[in-house]
C-alpha cells in the first residue's frame, strides 16, 4: 500500500531575510505579483521590506488566505513594513508580452521603495533587472514571508482594481472572476463583446475578436 500520509504544507519563515540580515545587511525586500494569467486587467506587483520586530501573524501566500485574511493583513503589512507597488496595463501587457510586463511592474515595485534594499527575493525563477541584488526564489511565497506578504499586497490591490472595473462594466462579473478565463467571464464576452482592459495578446480574446481561428496554433 502507497503513503496515505498528506505532505506537510510548507509555511513561509524569515529565515531566509534574517539569515541575509545577519550575514550581508539589509534591508531585504519579497517581491511577488498577481494577475498573470487572467483574460482582462493589469499585472500587479509589489515589493515588501518587513521589519523584523513587527512581522503580523498570519501572513501566508495569498493563493490559501479568504479574501477577508488578505484584507485584514493587506492593512497591518501597511501600517508595519515598507511597501512598493507597480502595475503594469493591458496596453503595456499587449505591447512588451505578460512576462516582460510583469517583469516590469516587479521592477516599478521596487523602484516605489522610499527605501532601497540591499537585496530582493523574487517569486519564481525569473528576475527583473534592478538596482540591487536579487535572488529568485520558486514557490517563494509559500516559503519567504516577505514574498508572502508582497504576494498579498499585489492579489488585494489587483482585486480592488477590477472590482472598480466591474463597476464601470457591468455584466462581465470581474468583481467574481477578476479577470480569469472562467466559464462566466467566457460566456461574457461572447454575449457582451471585448472591453478596452482585455488583453488582446491572449489566444482566447483573439478568438473572440475573429483574429484567430480555432484550429490556428500560435
Not at 506578504?149 to 468583481?175: C, N, W
Request: charged share 25%; aromatic share 4%; glycine share 8%.
Amino acid at each position: 500500500m502507497g503513503n496515505t500520509a498528506a505532505e506537510p504544507k510548507l509555511r513561509p519563515t524569515f529565515e531566509l531575510e534574517a539569515a541575509e540580515l545577519q550575514l550581508h545587511g539589509g534591508p531585504v525586500a519579497g517581491v511577488d505579483e498577481a494577475g498573470r494569467g487572467p483574460l482582462a486587467g493589469p499585472v500587479v506587483a509589489a515589493a515588501v521590506i518587513l521589519d523584523p520586530e513587527r512581522i503580523p501573524d498570519g501572513i501566508n501566500d495569498s493563493k490559501v488566505l479568504d479574501p477577508d485574511t488578505r484584507e485584514f493583513l493587506y492593512g497591518r503589512i501597511h501600517a508595519t513594513a515598507i511597501v512598493g507597488v507597480g502595475i503594469a496595463t493591458v496596453e503595456q501587457i499587449d505591447k512588451l508580452n505578460i512576462l516582460h510586463a510583469t517583469m516590469w511592474a516587479m521592477a516599478q515595485a521596487v523602484k516605489q521603495l522610499p527605501q532601497r534594499p540591499k537585496l530582493a527575493v523574487i517569486d519564481g525563477n525569473r528576475a527583473p533587472t534592478l538596482n540591487c541584488q536579487s535572488r529568485t526564489v520558486v514557490k517563494g511565497d509559500a516559503r519567504c514571508l516577505s514574498i508572502a506578504a508582497a504576494s498579498i499586497v499585489a492579489k488585494v490591490t489587483r482585486d480592488r482594481l477590477m472590482v472598480q472595473l466591474a463597476s464601470q462594466h457591468p455584466g462581465y462579473g470581474f468583481e467574481r472572476h477578476k479577470g480569469y478565463g472562467t466559464a462566466e467571464h467566457q460566456d461574457a464576452i461572447k454575449r457582451l463583446g471585448v472591453t478596452i482592459h482585455h488583453r488582446r495578446s491572449f489566444r482566447t480574446v483573439q478568438l473572440a475578436l475573429g483574429l484567430l481561428e480555432d484550429e490556428e496554433v500560435v
